[in-house]
């Protein structure tokens, strides 16, 4: 019975000896969406304020950047 409870013991510490690390940072990278600072802040900003219109008209200017320029040699 005694060498029972000793076994317990020494298995409770050496768990919790393993499972318990202070170190808690995991390494986590956020993924970048390809957007810009201003597009990701109007994911949370309303629909009429002023982060949802900068991002808007930023997505307005690259698209209106990828537009093929007419007369140009197609590829």
Known sequence: MRTWMALAALSLVALAATGCDTNLVTGYQPRR???????????????????????????????????PVSGAAPY
């Open 33 to 67: 969406l390809g957007d810009s600072p201003a597009q990701r802040r109007a994911y949370y900003a309303g629909k009429y304020s002023p982060q949802a219109h900068a991002a808007e008209s930023e997505k307005a200017d690259e698209i209106r950047s990828r537009r």
